[in-house]
């Protein structure tokens, strides 16, 4: 800590380079901290999937339906907690198929698997008592401005009605959660979809099953399986994690991509930094060599030079990543396209353990070769 005041001395020698250093580093850690966060939004929430959630589907393919028979079989396998059964939808809203994820589910069920998604009590007696009711995510239902009680109508895609090809459904309720929960679905119930729709009667799309040891989650997964090989609808088992990563690598290897683009962004500014750590050594080679005349020892010159290093990353990309912090934390700036949009403390870490890493290959060069450096070379080059 004595060395401080030398240090911040030291990086302020030439102001314009510190100043024009510490934005690049800015600017490389608040990417990061961008780019970390639509890593975990793109990938559908896969780090925090649930590790007690096994998702069945059809053998062939996601868009194979499935019987709805099978809930009653899966619900009696020793070590299921729970078994219930979601659908696609695929419907349009204001002419946009892309509008929001519509889900068809049984309501009970779907929201005791989902504990996260908070849903208040009278809400949902309300949702059960009307079999045209649907529940939004707070973020949907900010994004349109619906409020319980509105008419929502929906254009089918997939399943069209006995009658004309619009749903109407009725907001029932509005669910919330913590920061890590998707709030732009829409909600539907079953009963209402199969005794309305033209086909498909009796069909589901995949299946959910909470079990009660995580740790048998394969065993359970190939019993499944069993259970139905040989039918007109066979099953493949995965978990929760292992199907959203599937889904998401629909569209490729979005986290790879993130991730290299963060590993570039940080390699050119080790660059920068790491060239720009050479020049000021080089231009203070004399006060090397007095430091080390009033008795610097080598391994102290070489800390202070990899201080320096540290103290500009440090104030550099801590701020770009603090600043990353705080715009996130704003909350998903498409207004909802991106439905989990945050900065998980772990990808915090990694980012202070990158500043600190780039702030030490930065200075290493530089300061290696003044602790080497002799005093009277010094000296003579001064």
Known sequence: MKFLPLLWKQIWRKKFRTIITMAAMFIAFVLFGLLMALRLSFSMGIDIAGADRLVLIHKVSLIMPLPVAYQARLQAVPGVQ????????????????????????????????????????????????????????????????????????????????????????????????????????????????????????????????????????VELGQKFDAMFANSSAETKTTTEKGFLDSFAKQIGNVAAIFTAIIAAALFCILLVAANVMMHSVRERTNEVGVLKTLGFTDTGVLFLVLGESVFVAAIGGGLGLLTAWVLISGGDPTGGLLPIFILPTRDVLIGVACIALLGVLAGLMPAVGAMRLRIVDALRRG
């Not at 005791?112 to 809400?123: G, I």
């Open 82 to 217: 729970l078994a219930t059964h979601n659908s696609w939808f695929g419907g349009s809203y204001q002419n946009n198929p892309n509008a929001f994820a519509t889900i068809v589910v049984d309501p009970e069920p779907m929201f005791k698997m989902y504990p996260e998604y908070k849903l208040p009590d009278a809400e949902m007696k309300a949702w059960l008592a009307d079999r045209q009711g649907a529940v939004v995510g707070r973020t949907l239902a900010d994004r349109y401005g619906w409020k319980i009680g509105d008419r929502v109508p929906l254009r089918a895609n997939i399943w069209p009605p006995k009658v004309g090809d619009t749903w109407e459904f009725n907001i029932a309720g509005i669910y919330d959660g913590e920061r890590t929960v998707d709030k732009t679905q829409f909600f539907f119930r079953y009963d209402y979809l199969d005794e309305n729709r033209r086909f498909g009667e009796g069909s589901v799309g995949w299946y959910l099953v909470k079990i009660a040891d995580p740790s048998q989650a």
